[in-house]
């Protein structure tokens, strides 16, 4: 296995323009990989899997390879549940142990149904399955138990006191057109589950949990519609909160009163109301970001030259610039945080 040594640049958070700096990096052979506090990268367009040592800023290249178009991860303990499309291939489920970094077992999933992201609630595992309209639902020996009808094109999901949320997009494949965007609630404790739908933004892509509230990010429609975020009430199946932004986000997080988000086209950015954006950095090929207590690990991909993880620490106003491998093309790295 190989690793490189990466050398971190600290950087004010600031209003403008930051110019990005590059440095070498060394090579060697290791014998093993950090079992604890690690960033596990996924890169889709090579189909592998990194490891990134946070405490000795060492970086374990292509260390596993994935099914086709790797899309999501979710880590629990030891074990890594990876969800791939299937483009070009298979779609599937990859479960990994993280401790040997090994697939243990790889689940075929619906042909053409191109999964996208990946839940837990109790002991059942829920997965969108975006070009089928439906959330598959897999039990603790990851069999297919059921499915759920939900709107059209699903993508982000997440799991929160019973409940698990959706991001509905309402995409239309045959036309690239965005109808209404929903966030479909599933109440996974009733029998037979219930479901509930709440009305919100334009092409809504990520849901995720912050301070035991529901936050919907919704991109856009890249041309008319901007994006924008939506706050959820999981007691009442309400909205208590929304604004617009000029950009169309990928992904997002919440943090102290601002939400911190990735525009691939633009960088990353956050803002509190909407109505003022504080620019972090500007640069192209931002993709995933993740909250991990007082920081935030942001991927950056790129077409020709090495991908990087930036690291960003609010509370003092600096970032951290980390290797995160060579660039094998155009496609997004995704990275996810495991203690």
Known sequence: ????????????????????????????????????????????????????????????????????????????????????????????????????????????????????????????????????????????????????????????????????????????????????GYTYIINTTSTPYSVDSVKVGKNPQMVKVFNNKIYIMCTGDYINTPGGFYVLNPETNTLEDSLTIDFNPQDFVYYKGKYYFVDFSRGIFSTSDGSQIDTLLIIHGASRIILDADRIWASIFNASDLNYIVMILPDSSSTFWIEAGQSKGVGPIGVYRRN
């Open 1 to 180: 296995m190989r690793f490189s040594l990466t050398k971190k640049l600290s950087i004010p958070i600031f209003t403008g323009i930051l110019i990005l700096s590059h440095w070498g990096c060394q090579r060697e052979e290791v014998e093993e990989i950090p079992t604890q506090n690690n960033l596990v990268i996924i890169n889709t367009l090579s189909e592998t899997v990194s490891i990134y040592d946070i405490e000795k800023d060492t970086l374990f290249e292509d260390v596993l390879e994935t099914g086709k178009t790797p899309n999501d991860l979710l880590i629990q303990g030891d074990v890594g549940y990876i969800v791939n499309s299937g483009f070009g291939g298979i779609a599937a489920l990859d479960i990994i142990n993280l401790r040997e970094m090994r697939l243990i077992e790889r689940v075929l999933l619906p042909v053409g149904s191109n999964p996208y992201s990946i839940a837990s609630s109790g002991d059942r595992f829920f997965i969108t399955l975006s070009a089928k309209n439906q959330v598959l639902v897999l039990n603790k020996s990851l069999l297919p138990i059921d499915s759920i009808k939900v709107g059209k094109w699903p993508e982000g999901i997440a799991s929160f006191k019973g409940k698990v949320y959706v991001a509905v997009t309402g995409f239309d494949s045959q036309d690239f057109t965005y109808g209404n």
